[in-house]
């Protein structure tokens, strides 16, 4: 295997995260998730934990926060088996 092959699919492991901002929670597609959103995702979500969530209380869940949040088990993780 050359060198730049190896390269391409380090590259191709690294961008791919366990867990990524779902589409249906970023329903506008700017990269981060709303309040509002992730109470449409997640009904229960109040907004003490979005607080919680936003650590650089921007207002805004971004892919950071959302990974630290599911790893926290704030909120539940995006498998493909449910
Ligand atoms: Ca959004
Ligand atoms: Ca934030």
Redesign the pocket.
Known sequence: MSRVSIVALLSSVFALPAFAMPADL?????????LA?LQTKYPEASKDLFTEIDEDADG?INDDEFVAAVDAELLPGTTSDQ
Do not use: R, V, W
């Open positions: 970023d329903m506008d597609g700017d990269g981060l998730a709303s959103e805004f």
